[in-house]
Nanobody
Framework: QVQLVESGGGLVQPGGSLRLSCAAS????????MGWYRQAPGKQRELVAS???????HYADSVKGRFTISRDNAKNTVYLQMNSLKPEDTAVYYC??????????WGQGTQVTVSS
C-alpha cells in the first residue's frame, strides 16, 4: 500500500523560504520519477517541479530559479526547497509520481501560505 506523507509547510512572509518533505512508503522509490504538485483555492492542481530517477529536474516557469527539487533514495524522500516565496505560491502542496498515470493515492498535502 502506497503512502505519501508531506510536511514542512507553514505561514511565511513574501521573500521567505520553506523546505517541504515527502516521505514515501510502499513503493520502489528509487525507480520512480517524483513530482511536487500544488493546488490553490479555486484552481486545478499543477505540477511545479519534477525529478527523474536519475536526478534530472524540471520546473514550471512560475517557480524556475526559486524552487529546487531533490531526492534522497536512501530515505525514500523527495524535497522541495522554496526560496523567494510570493503570495501566488500559496497553495496546498502534494507529491506524487510523474507522470500521473495510475497515480498513487494522494497524501494529505502540506499548506503553504505566503502573506505579510
Amino acid at each position: 500500500q502506497v503512502q505519501l506523507v508531506e510536511s514542512g509547510g507553514g505561514l511565511v512572509q513574501p521573500g521567505g523560504s520553506l523546505r517541504l518533505s515527502c516521505a514515501a512508503s510502499g513503493i520502489i522509490f528509487r525507480v520512480n520519477a517524483m513530482g511536487w504538485y500544488r493546488q490553490a483555492p479555486g484552481k486545478q492542481r499543477e505540477l511545479v517541479a519534477s525529478i527523474a530517477s536519475g536526478g534530472s529536474t524540471h520546473y514550471a516557469d512560475s517557480v524556475k530559479g526559486r524552487f529546487t527539487i531533490s531526492r534522497d533514495n536512501a530515505k525514500n524522500t523527495v524535497y522541495l526547497q522554496m526560496n523567494s516565496l510570493k503570495p501566488e505560491d500559496t497553495a496546498v502542496y502534494y507529491c506524487n509520481k510523474v507522470p500521473l498515470i495510475l497515480a498513487w493515492a494522494w497524501g494529505q498535502g502540506t499548506q503553504v501560505t505566503v502573506s505579510s
